[in-house]
Nanobody
Framework: QVHLVESGGGLVQAGGSLRLSCAAS????????MDWYRQVPGKQRELVAV???????NYADSVRGRFAISRDNAKNSVYLQMNSLKPEDTAVYYC??????WGQGTQVTVSS
């Protein structure tokens, strides 16, 4: 069974940085495309960043140049480095696999 556990969320001031982690079990992360999504109450879940099996990355326009997705095959984990955070980045962030599995989410709150 596939499990994803996110961590690293928290409260940060605008302009600050956070690094989210997604630890996977039951799946080898390098063999699947892995994503980060985020969701604000009352809105649809939004795709933030993707890393393919070959390491190709892609980002939502709203975060390109500020966020970076990466993968550590030895730790079987995926990360989201978030820099220059803005209040509009406030959301619950979810890790997701191409298999359709979701983590429980981690809250990111950016104060102005």
């Amino acid at each position: 069974q596939v499990h994803l556990v996110e961590s690293g969320g928290g409260l940060v001031q605008a302009g600050g940085s956070l690094r989210l982690s997604c630890a996977a079990s039951g799946i080898i992360v390098r063999t699947y495309s892995m994503d980060w999504y985020r969701q604000v109450p009352g809105k649809q879940r939004e795709l933030v960043a993707v890393i393919s099996t070959s390491g190709i990355t892609n980002y939502a326009d709203s975060v390109r140049g500020r966020f970076a997705i990466s993968r550590d095959n030895a730790k079987n984990s995926v990360y989201l480095q978030m820099n220059s955070l803005k209040p509009e980045d406030t959301a619950v962030y979810y890790c997701h696999t191409a298999l359709g599995t979701w983590g429980q989410g981690t809250q990111v709150t950016v104060s102005s």
